[in-house]
C-alpha cells in the first residue's frame, strides 16, 4: 500500500472509530512514516546526549535488502508479517519455514500484534504504536502471499490484468520493462506497485507456478474495515470487545475513491484523498489534514530542528516528548515484541 492508503484512509479510519482529530493525526503520520523512516544509528546532541535510532523501512533498491538479517529485522515486523499458513499458534502450515513466514489477511499472528498494541497503550508512545500497528495489519492483506525475505515465492510471472482498466496498458509488457530481473525476488519487488493499487484486479503465477488471483478493491476495503474494528477495541481498551466497522455510507465513499482513482502515482492519489476529507465526503465532517515527510513541518525537523541528518543536533528538553522520539519508540517497541513475543508462539525464529 501507499500514501494514499497508510495516510489518508488509515486517517478515515481512525476518526470513523472515534478518535479526535489531532488523535487520528498521530495516528495516521505514524502509520505512513513507517515506509518513511529509512534511517538508522545514533542521533548525538551539542550537550552530549545520544539517542539510538532503527529504521522501518529499506529503499527496494537498497544493499541492505541482499542481506538476510536486514530483511528480518525490517520487512518481516514492519511489511511482510508472517502468517504461519492462516493458523493459530501451535499448528504448523505443510512444508517448509517459508510456508510460515508468507504473509496472510488477518492472520492470527496479525490479530496477536493488534492485540499487543490494545494490551500496551498506557506508553508515552501508544498513539504512534496503534498508528505502526495499523500500516503492518494493512500490509497483511496488500502484501499476502509475499514473504519479507529473498526467495522463489515472490517470483511473479505472467501476470495479467483481470479488472480491465486499462491503466499499465498489458500488464505483462509492463511489468517485464519495468523490473525484469534487476529486483530481486523479496516481498513484492517483482509484482512491482501491483499490490498496491487500490483500483486494480490481478493474476499472476508465482515461484511454485501457482495461479495467484487479487481483487485489490475488495482487500483494501476489508482491510480498512478491521482497521476500524480493531481501533475502536483500542479505544475500549479491551481487544475482544464486540465492535462494529465502518458504516455503509462511509465505505461506499471509500470504495468509490478506491475505484475511481486510476491513477498509477500514489501521491497523486493522497492528494484526492484529502481533497475529499476537506470537503467533507465523510461522515465526521469537513477537515483539513497534511503529511510532510520532510521540511519545517516534519516530525523530523520539529523534534530536531531539521529534517535532515547532521553530525550533531541542538538538545531541547522537547525532544523526549516530540512525535518523532515516540514514533522511534513505538518501532522499536513493536519490533521487539513482534520478534521475541509473538513469532515465537507460533514456532518461528526471526531475527
Keep these: 500500500m501507499q500514501i494514499d492508503f497508510h495516510h489518508a484512509t488509515t486517517y478515515v479510519a481512525a476518526r470513523l472509530a472515534g478518535f479526535d482529530k489531532a488523535e487520528a493525526e498521530v495516528i495516521a503520520y505514524a502509520a505512513q ?14 550537550n552530549k ?3 539510538n535510532r532503527i529504521s522501518s523501512a529499506h529503499k527496494l533498491l537498497d544493499p541492505s535488502n541482499t542481506m538476510e538479517l536486514e530483511n528480518q529485522l525490517v520487512w518481516m515486523p514492519f511489511h511482510f508479517l508472517p502468517g504461519n499458513g492462516g493458523l493459530p499458534a501451535g499448528q504448523n502450515p505443510s512444508g517448509t519455514f517459508i510456508d510460515k513466514i508468507v504473509c496472510k489477511p488477518n492472520s492470527p499472528v496479525a490479530q496477536d500484534m493488534v492485540r499487543a498494541a490494545i494490551l500496551d497503550q498506557d506508553k508515552r508512545y501508544g498513539l504512534h504504536r496503534l498508528g505502526v500497528t495499523m500500516h503492518v495489519y494493512a500490509d497483511t492483506w496488500a502484501h499476502q502471499g509475499f514473504a519479507g525475505v529473498m526467495h522463489e515465492i515472490n517470483e511473479v510471472e505472467r501476470a495479467e490484468e483481470t479488472g480491465k482498466t486499462g491503466v499499465f496498458g498489458k500488464l505483462k509488457e509492463f511489468l517485464w520493462d519495468q523490473v525484469e530481473d534487476t529486483i530481486p525476488p523479496l516481498g513484492h519487488g517483482r509484482a512491482n506497485i501491483f499490490p498496491d493499487m487500490p483500483f486494480l484486479a490481478w493474476e499472476y503465477r508465482n515461484g511454485r507456478d501457482e495461479v495467484v488471483s487479487r481483487n485489490n ?3 483494501f476495503c476489508e482491510a480498512a474495515d ?35 482513482l486510476k491513477e498509477k502515482d500514489g501521491g497523486k492519489r493522497h492528494e484526492a484523498w484529502l481533497e475529499a476529507i476537506r470537503k467533507g465526503e465523510f461522515s465526521f465532517g469537513a477537515e483539513e489534514i497534511h503529511y510532510d515527510e520532510k521540511g519545517s513541518n516534519s516530525w523530523k525537523a520539529q523534534a530536531l530542528g531539521t529534517s535532515f541528518d547532521v553530525p550533531v543536533n541542538s538538545y531541547k528538553p ?12 513505538a518501532i522499536q517497541a513493536h519490533r521487539f515484541h513482534v520478534s521475541h513475543e509473538i513469532l515465537p508462539e ?3 525464529c526471526a531475527a
Design 33 to 46: 512514516y513507517v515506509d518513511d523512516a529509512t534511517s538508522s544509528g545514533p542521533v548525538y546532541f551539542d
Design 49 to 51: 546526549a545520544v539517542f
Design 226 to 260: 478491521q482497521m476500524c474494528r480493531a481501533m475502536k477495541r483500542y479505544r475500549a481498551k479491551n481487544p475482544d470487545a464486540a465492535v462494529t466497522g465502518i458504516p455503509e455510507n462511509d465505505m461506499s465513499r471509500i470504495k468509490t475513491l478506491f475505484v475511481n
Design 217 to 219: 478493491t475488495g482487500d
Design 346 to 348: 507460533y514456532g518461528i
Design 318 to 329: 522537547e525532544f523526549l516528548t516530540s512525535h518523532w522520539k515516540l514514533f522511534h519508540d
